[in-house]
């Protein structure tokens, strides 16, 4: 009867490991969201030094979006060895990578054509008000389908998740803080 026992000791001693291991993921994972959460916040506040944002901006709202869509694209193709997720989770997850990919596209593509048509077109002649980009059409693409890739960030499988979490809320944020006038 002492071996049985020994048995249940030493699988028990081996459950916190794993236990410990996810909960260290875990906790990880909350920190880098917090940490993402707080420079969004502090991207806008008026208290926080015009430098510091600036950096934050760059950061937070040109660099992590990037970032994250390539990450979720490489889970979303490689995924983990012992992952099997169902269908639909994939696709949801696919669906989601293609939405953040066009959120992107939209709001960069609308900053870039804008920059161009001012800088360069508008150095030469008078710009006219058609050329311009509307830019409640832009906010609106832009949210619905940051809003849409968090959605489907939900129900992505586990690898793709938190890159479409958070490029959702991070390119739905820039939406909401870069002004208009600048699309």
């Not at 880098?32 to 950061?59: E, H, K, N």
Request: charged share 15%.
């Amino acid at each position: 009867m002492l071996w049985p026992r020994a048995a249940d000791a030493r699988s028990r001693s081996m459950q916190p490991k794993v236990d410990q291991s996810r909960n260290i993921w875990r906790m990880r994972t909350a920190a880098f969201v917090v940490l993402i959460v707080g420079s969004i916040y502090l991207t806008a506040a008026r208290w926080v030094p015009v430098p510091v944002r600036d950096v934050l901006f760059v950061i937070v709202f040109v660099f992590l979006p990037i970032v994250l869509n390539v990450a979720g694209w490489w889970h979303f193709r490689h995924p983990a060895p012992k992952e099997s997720s169902a269908g639909w989770r994939r696709l949801a997850a696919g669906f989601g990578l293609l939405a953040n990919s066009l959120a992107i596209a939209v709001v960069w593509g609308a900053f870039l054509y804008s920059y161009l048509l001012l800088n360069y077109v508008g150095r030469h002649r008078l710009v006219a008000a058609d050329e311009m980009i509307d830019g409640r059409l832009v906010l609106t693409a832009s949210l619905a389908l940051a809003a849409f890739s968090m959605v489907a960030g939900a129900m992505a499988p586990r690898g793709v998740r938190l890159p479409l979490l958070l490029c959702g809320l991070i390119v739905g944020s820039a939406a909401l803080i870069i002004p208009l006038a600048i699309l």
